[in-house]
């Protein structure tokens, strides 16, 4: 512990420096806002009115975030504000909007502000009709993490500090948000409520040619009407399912329902947890239910991160690493469910089987996303972050959160003596910083009080290397491979016909894999990619073998899983075959998800940098704006 001692901060939870705000000195009881949606203009003009509470008499400034916005007015308890400031702008971190406050205001006060949109916001992306699945009206939607809230409306933008909120917007077009929808009350308006208090990242809003269908007791989907049919199928198999275990590892799901909307292509990531409306990739909807794993995953952000959250992005595996392991176990509970249904024998030992199955996929990705960050592997692959030099939250954003902090649960677990034992700390965890955002260190102090018994094992933990430390975790976590033996095996015979060795006719066929579910092709191409790292090893010096492997198995030319047709396109032009490249730009422009999006333009970028710039500037503006700015980085441009 004396490490960790050596690293508090003076206050937990530590101060957010990714905010311009003085969030410190204000809670919050209500915000209300509305949104008024113009399409023609692709601007969203707005109000926000916030309930403050002063924590001190000597506070006379209230300092918000602010991103690209135009304010046009500011009221405070009907007194009209007019010598606030909007400071200039301070990369990444946007404008400050310094507000003085009347001295005859109260400590308890409402602050109303107008405001709107500009064509430089972060947050939105606004979809012409044509660039829609369906093509009969345009689209909006919004991605506010980490810190883009701030260029929706002005906001304290942070993750630390929490408010309930009354939600509104005005559109021609069917309209979601963040919180339980209210009845109707005029044509285009559409009324919401969050009585779960929630950070300013967690606001969305979305609005198109919208329908829905039911997908469980509890759960909707929604969707451009020419997917409903397909979106329903992919999910009413699992939804309920999912709630149902994770509400028995934790406690009962508290937001009422759990809906989701598939967004378009663009839509940056694999999925975001809204509240009330989990947002996802279209990418999931691959006529197997194979990727339902992401529902899992946002679903268990319902309790670690939009319950529970991270006080700022420097403790962001406190977010991820926590639903990851939450995910793992909720489908480990799907997979016990499976097992007795089939009447096996020991379907725990089955349950566990394919929850480190799921943590061996994780653990490659991990390896993976540490050898592409190169020169910023060092800054970025620790599980605390440090960001107070107020470096952009989005470029940190890697699978370190997740996976590294996933391990660290899963070494934890062991360590105080395994599922069982650690069962009884997980609600307790969620029950004590409900609504309350916090750091690691305030996590580890209710570990040890917990485990008061465990001290010993705790401390045998190595928090420097897991904590401080770049790079792999510190531990080999030995996982159970039994289900991915098979996949290893076939990898590694292909690679022993490597280096020209001739291949007997019948050695391999399509029966290899026709067993493999979707992770098992996973982790068989993640495998053969893998060997592309061995020193002296290239798959360019094996194209025959690769021509050998696409005739073979021709399926993975066709799957709609885009998790195995990324992998598949990914070994191909590794081993610099043009058709390959090809395929891969042009597909590069059919997702916006940037898991797929931002390594495949680095590998194009790799082996045929002009290639790369070409398909990266001929779908440039079909990407979100995050995406955008995430691959013009990467490809230094």
């Known amino acids: 512990m004396e490490v960790i001692k050596s690293h508090r901060p003076t206050q937990s939870p530590e101060i957010d420096p990714s905010t311009l705000s003085n969030y410190t000195q204000f809670s919050i009881n209500n915000t209300k806002l509305h949104f008024d949606i113009s399409f023609d203009k692709k601007i969203v003009i707005g109000s926000a009115e916030y309930d403050l509470i002063k924590k001190s008499s000597q506070i006379n400034t209230i300092e918000l975030d602010t991103s690209y916005l135009t304010i046009n007015k500011i009221i405070i308890d009907s007194i009209e504000i007019k010598d606030f400031q909007l400071h200039k702008r301070q990369e990444p971190l946007g404008s400050k909007l310094s507000i003085p406050i009347p001295t005859t205001v109260p400590s308890s006060f409402k602050l109303s502000i107008d405001f709107q949109t500009t064509e430089k916001c972060t947050a939105l992306q606004f979809l012409d009709k044509e660039a829609t699945d ?161 529902v899992a995953h946002e679903l268990a952000h319902s309790w670690s991160g939009n319950l529970v959250t991270n006080c700022s992005w420097e403790h962001f595996w406190l977010n991820e690493g926590w639903t990851v392991y939450l995910e793992r176990r909720i489908l480990e509970g799907i997979a016990i469910a499976e097992a007795r249904d089939k009447g096996w024998e020991n379907p725990e030992e089955y349950g566990e089987s394919v929850r480190q199955f799921n943590a061996i996929i994780g653990w490659n990705d991990l390896e993976n996303n540490l050898k592409s960050m190169g020169d910023d592997v060092d800054k970025y692959s620790t599980l605390i972050q440090d960001l107070k030099k107020g470096e952009d939250p989005d470029d940190a954003f890697s699978t370190v959160p997740y996976e590294k902090g996933f391990n660290l649960l899963f070494h934890i677990e062991k360590k105080v003596g395994g599922k069982k034992v650690f069962d009884k700390f997980i609600p307790y965890y969620f029950k004590t910083y409900r609504y309350i955002s916090l750091d690691t260190y305030q996590f580890i102090d209710t570990l040890y009080d917990f485990f008061k018994d465990k001290t010993q094992e705790l401390d045998s933990i190595d928090w420097d290397k897991w904590l401080y430390q770049p790079g792999m975790p510190p531990v080999d976590p030995k996982f159970d491979t039994t289900i991915a033996d098979k996949c290893y095996h076939l990898a590694g015979k292909w690679y022993g016909y490597t280096g020209g060795k001739q291949v007997p006719p019948n050695t391999f066929s399509e029966d290899d894999i026709s067993e493999f579910n979707a992770n098992q092709s996973v982790i068989f191409l993640d495998t053969l990619i893998s060997y592309g790292k061995v020193e002296s090893f290239n798959w360019n010096q094996n194209q025959d073998l690769l021509k050998l492997m696409e005739s073979t198995y021709k399926e993975y030319n066709q799957t709609l899983n885009a998790e195995i047709l990324f992998r598949w396109y990914y070994l191909q032009v590794s081993g610099e075959r043009p058709e390959f490249k090809t395929k891969l730009g042009e597909w590069l422009g059919t997702v916006g998800r940037m898991k797929f999006v931002r390594p495949g333009y680095a590998l194009l970028n790799q082996v045929d940098r002009e290639l790369a710039i070409y398909y990266f500037k001929k779908f440039e503006m079909s990407y979100h704006p995050i995406c955008r700015a995430m691959v013009k980085k990467d490809l230094n441009l």
């Open 134 to 294: 369906g093509k009969k009206a345009p689209y909006l939607f919004c991605q506010c993490q980490a810190i883009h809230a701030r260029s929706l409306f002005p906001c304290f933008d942070t993750p630390a500090l929490k408010s309930t909120y009354t939600l509104s917007a005005k559109s021609p077009l069917p309209t979601l948000m963040s919180g339980r929808p209210l009845p109707k009350t005029q044509d285009n308006l559409y009324n919401f409520t969050q009585p779960v208090p929630i950070p300013s990242y967690l606001i969305s809003i979305a609005s198109g040619d919208l329908v829905n269908a039911p997908v469980g007791p509890r759960s909707d989907v929604y969707s451009e009407p020419c997917k409903i049919k397909a979106c329903q199928w992919e999910f009413e198999h699992d939804m309920e399912n999912f709630i149902q275990i994770a509400e028995k590892l934790i406690f009962d799901y508290e937001w009422l329902r759990f809906d989701s909307l598939i967004l378009p292509s663009s839509f940056p990531y694999g999925g975001m947890e809204i509240p009330n409306l989990c947002q996802l990739t279209p990418t999931l909807i691959c006529k197997d239910r194979s990727q339902v794993s992401v």
